[in-house]
């Protein structure tokens, strides 16, 4: 059919671009009564629907491209919509009205909706299309970049940004040697300021990647076969490199625009009104192709939303405010580093005073914006993101603060207990622009009962995603308010608790997360919350091996490794000494081990040694020599039961009365490998003078001349909690029934990542609930916990022996994946006190590449 052939009682909407924002603007568009009649053509360049470029790194960690599409499959036909993949434009016709495609068509339109987003920006010097060059924009650029990392050792990144430090974070985890080239004098230079851009960077060196800030790339070097071998840097250095990626930002993709005559932006942008139309009133345009009425062109998806659901009213002859502007905010993990920016970060306005909170040993920079009225007007969180959900508001809401800003930049933990209110009109999801009081009028008006109705119900959480938790505490609020009983959900994939996951995975067997999400949960492909959470209930009901399958893709980064990460990328080895009893021939092999691959040895507080500064292709050589001394995995990487301190006991101390060591042993091996929703400490003390420091432990012991005293919730580290006394003058059988109970109760009924303490004095009940429960058997599972206590104890294998007999799951233990048993070069440590310790940022070190003598070797004694 032509042109001239169609049906002139249905108009013709033509969308050029189907990228996240043309997709929200086809969703925005078919809720309008208006779009009956309209005839919808989408003329897409890439060969699939709409994807999530949000989450685009993902898909070097399992994800696959269908995980992160936007477009439901049955959405174009349900509509109508005439969605050609793979043909886009070329060019229009503004006088005919009509566009020109790749493939050779000619599409009529009466209004045109240019979505054609952006292109990244690849400086202009010498080499850059030299085979080993990428860009990082589409599924296609991370399946190249993918297949070149597989060949190359260092790899090299040209911008410091967002997407940048995500693709430096993926050529990283792929075992490359990486450095990041940015041109401005701190990473994120938009998002932070200086101080958060040096906490951030001193967190991504910490992680292994080498940062060059205030360089610019002069020109790409390659080898005689025109591959790439290296970048040189505007300052006259050279950095070795086998792929190079540029992530230096991004252009509006305003092509067609300029050749059919519309008016374009100084520094690019089609230019457009509030209502996002341009000169021509028969295109509009929005996204990053567009540049919007105050004079930016805006990169960020929440204002690119914005712009589609204005276009859409604009489209449908509605009245509104159009798009003059938008939040920029941003929250999101770069390298494991949590960093949030939001409001006016920088402090431009006139008067405006900065509260900063900067802790660089543990890489934490709060700053807060304050204006000369009181107001919040923005800030900075790096390390510690913690409020952003109730920050970010508050500053775009821009009224006086109810509370002291210094107590507002403390990080969790420290700040002062006092509730901030936010307004109704405050925003709560900045990509769709729904405003708190819009929440709870979804809730209180419209039956939304749940944080997925709600999302259903306004948009509000469906887009980045850092409003969630937020989110879902007003709904709760209102909700309770209300008297209706709510269910705290584990988050926003599951609606189940943590303790509830895990009975549903006991009782119906479930042996994958995809099967649990897909039965028990809300869609979509989980997050960091409920992934290591079922990870962990899946192996305290021994479920398999943890590195097999898809179990292995959810795991912590220290799971993944069997292994502690250290904060230059290399690895500690815990072998589990029982009670601390090593035989002579014991601390030979382990100082032999340590001697051999010059790591750095440590007796720690509690009775182990601890060998830092193995590399990942180092830890099955290390692993096999400690399996053939009879030595196992001292769990040290884990949520799991650490270690069973005890003194010397009657056996030794003349003070003693019971046999503590023993029993510390039995309990040890007993409990070794428990997955738990929290690491597990524990202690046996043979008298009252308590040397094991056993009241500090989630379980205690301290003998008694008529048995034992088991304590339980107890806690050291940065809010210590003296544990309760649960039964006193137990016997041996007793004491040990009493605490496989404890674990398991524990285990079965605690929310994710919460120590006993913390849980015990949340239980209901308290300390006398848990003593019904355990001793009296007042909720009649005593027998169950028994049974999965048995389980467990007749399930155990020991991880490292497993993981060395099995090929598949030694491939993983490579710093590179083309050459196995090649240390990592960017893992680098300096001399010190005889031994070694990791290469501070700046510091000249060295690799242990080859076996290392350190002389004067000792062991330091952590004292207690």
């Not at 792929?243 to 067609?256: C, E, I, P, T």
Request: net charge negative; hydrophobic share 40%; proline share 5%.
């Amino acid at each position: 059919m032509t042109p001239d052939d169609r049906d002139r009682t249905v108009r013709d909407l033509v969308l050029v671009g189907h990228g996240m924002v043309g997709q929200r603007f086809l969703e925005a568009w078919t809720e309008q009564p208006a779009a009956a009649a309209w005839r919808v053509t989408v003329l897409a360049e890439e060969p699939r629907p709409a994807y999530d470029r949000v989450h685009l790194s993902a898909l070097f960690s399992g994800s696959t491209p269908d995980d992160l599409g936007l477009c439901p499959a049955g959405f174009p036909a349900e509509h109508g919509i005439d969605l050609r993949l793979g043909d886009p434009a070329t060019a229009i016709d503004r006088e005919r009205r009509l566009v020109h495609t790749r493939s050779g068509s000619r599409v009529h339109y009466d209004v045109l909706v240019l979505a054609t987003g952006s292109v990244p920006f690849v400086p202009p010097v010498p080499g850059t299309d030299a085979p080993g060059c990428h860009v990082y924009r589409t599924i296609e650029d991370v399946d190249a970049i993918r297949a070149g990392a597989s060949a190359a050792r260092t790899g090299v990144v040209v911008g410091g940004g967002l997407l940048g430090l995500e693709a430096a974070g993926a050529l990283r985890a792929g075992g490359l040697d990486t450095h990041v080239v940015e041109f401005a004098p701190r990473l994120m230079a938009v998002q932070v300021d200086d101080g958060g851009g040096a906490a951030l960077r001193r967190k991504i060196e910490e992680l292994g990647v080498t940062v060059h800030t205030s360089a610019g790339a002069s020109g790409v070097l390659t080898g005689p076969d025109g591959t790439v071998r290296g970048l040189a840097l505007a300052d006259g250095r050279e950095l070795p490199a086998d792929l190079v990626v540029f992530s230096a930002g991004v252009r509006a993709r305003d092509q067609l625009a300029r050749e059919c005559g519309l008016p374009v932006g100084a520094r690019g942008g089609v230019v457009v009104d509030a209502h996002c139309r341009t000169e021509d009133p028969a295109i509009l345009a929005i996204g990053e192709c567009a540049q919007a009425v105050d004079g930016r062109v805006y990169g960020l998806v929440a204002p690119g939303y914005q712009m589609a659901e204005t276009a859409a009213r604009t489209l449908a002859e509605l009245e509104g405010e159009g798009f003059t502007g938008a939040d920029t905010s941003t929250k999101l993990k770069l390298l494991g580093v949590d960093v949030a920016s939001f409001g006016d970060p920088h402090g431009t306005a006139e008067g405006a005073l900065d509260v900063l909170y900067s802790d660089s040993r543990s890489g934490v920079y709060r700053k807060l914006v304050i204006g000369a009225d009181g107001a919040l007007l923005g800030g900075v969180l790096v390390g510690d993101t913690e409020g952003y959900g109730t920050l970010r508001p508050l500053a775009v809401g821009g009224k006086p603060l109810t509370v002291a800003p210094e107590q507002l930049v403390l990080p969790a933990g420290f700040a002062p207990a006092g509730a901030v209110a936010l307004p109704d009109e405050a925003v709560l999801c900045s990509c769709h622009n729904v405003t708190q009081g819009a929440v709870r009028a979804a809730v209180r008006d419209q039956g939304c009962d749940s944080v997925a109705a709600v999302k259903k119900c306004t948009r509000a959480g469906t887009g980045c995603g850092s409003c969630l938790k937020q989110l879902g505490a007003v709904v709760t609020e209102e909700l309770e308010a209300a008297g209706v009983s709510t269910v705290k959900g584990l988050c926003e994939h599951f609606a189940h608790t943590r303790a509830e996951l895990y009975e549903i995975v006991r009782v119906t067997g479930v042996a994958g997360f995809s099967e649990l999400l897909a039965e028990h949960g809300s869609g979509g492909e989980g997050c960091e919350i409920c992934k290591p959470t079922v990870a962990s209930i899946l192996a305290s009901l021994g479920n398999g091996h943890i590195l097999d399958g898809e179990q292995g893709a959810l795991q912590d980064s220290n799971d993944h490794f069997l292994a502690n990460l250290q904060r230059n990328g290399s690895y500690s080895v815990v072998p589990r000494v029982p009670g601390g009893e090593i035989t002579p021939e014991g601390l030979i092999t382990i100082g032999e081990i340590a001697r051999d691959h010059g790591l750095y040895t440590k007796i720690t507080g509690g009775q182990r040694i601890d060998m830092f500064g193995a590399t990942v292709d180092q830890l099955p050589v290390i692993w096999q020599k400690l399996v053939d001394a009879g030595f196992e995995s001292g769990h040290a990487y884990g949520k799991s039961l650490r270690t069973v301190k005890s003194c010397v006991g009657e056996t030794w101390c003349r003070y003693g009365v019971q046999d503590s060591t023993t029993l510390a042993i039995e309990l040890e091996l007993r409990y070794r490998g428990l997955r738990s929703p929290h690491k597990l400490k524990a202690a046996v003390s043979g008298c009252a003078r308590e040397c094991a420091e056993a009241q500090s432990k989630d379980f205690g012991i301290i003998a008694s001349s008529a048995g034992w005293n088991l304590y339980v919730g107890g806690n050291g580290g940065m809010t210590p909690r003296h544990a309760d006394l649960l039964a006193a003058d137990l016997d041996r059988e007793t004491l040990i029934r009493t605490i496989d109970r404890y674990l398991m109760f524990y285990i079965r009924t605690a929310d994710r990542l919460e120590r006993t303490s913390v849980w015990l004095e949340r239980l209901e009940g308290g300390l006398d609930h848990l003593r019904a429960v355990v001793i009296d058997d007042s909720l009649g599972i005593a027998a169950e916990l028994d049974d999965l206590m048995e389980r467990h104890i007749g399930g155990y294998r020991d991880e490292w022996a497993e993981t060395l007999a099995d090929p598949e799951r030694l491939r993983r233990f490579a710093s590179f994946v083309n050459a196995p048993g090649t240390p990592d070069p960017a893992v680098t440590f300096v001399p010190e006190r005889g031994q070694i310790r990791p290469a501070r940022p700046g510091e000249a070190g060295r690799t242990l590449d080859s076996p290392v003598l350190v002389a004067g070797t000792r062991l330091e004694v952590l004292t207690p």
